[in-house]
Nanobody, 115 residues
Framework: QVQLVESGGGLVQPGGSLRLSCVVSGTIFRIYAMGWYRQAPGKQRELVAAITSGGTTNYVDSVKDRFTISRDNAKNTVYLQMNSMKPEDTADYYC?????????WGQGTRVTVSG
């Protein structure tokens, strides 16, 4: 059974940092393109950052130069390092794994930027 399990969410003050992790089990992690999405209250889910199986990354403009996505294939894990956080980063963050017709999601982790 394939599982994506996120962790690392929580409450952080504006200007602070958090690192999200997503551990993938039950499949061959390295072949998947991985992404972090977020959904704020009353808004549509949006792609925040993505990384291909080869390591190419892309970001939504609002997080460029603040967030960094990375992957460790030895640990079956994708990370999202979030720096200089803003209140508008508050959302539920979801890990996504995609390969061919397969599209997998984690359960989400809540991030709140306030203070």
């Amino acid at each position: 059974q394939v599982q994506l399990v996120e962790s690392g969410g929580g409450l952080v003050q504006p200007g602070g940092s958090l690192r999200l992790s997503c551990v993938v089990s039950g499949t061959i992690f390295r072949i998947y393109a991985m992404g972090w999405y977020r959904q704020a209250p009353g808004k549509q889910r949006e792609l925040v950052a993505a990384i291909t199986s080869g390591g190419t990354t892309n970001y939504v403009d609002s997080v460029k130069d603040r967030f960094t996505i990375s992957r460790d294939n030895a640990k079956n894990t994708v990370y999202l390092q979030m720096n200089s956080m803003k209140p508008e980063d508050t959302a539920d963050y979801y890990c996504n794994a995609r390969y061919s017709h397969v599209d997998l999601w984690g359960q989400g982790t809540r991030v709140t930027v306030s203070g």
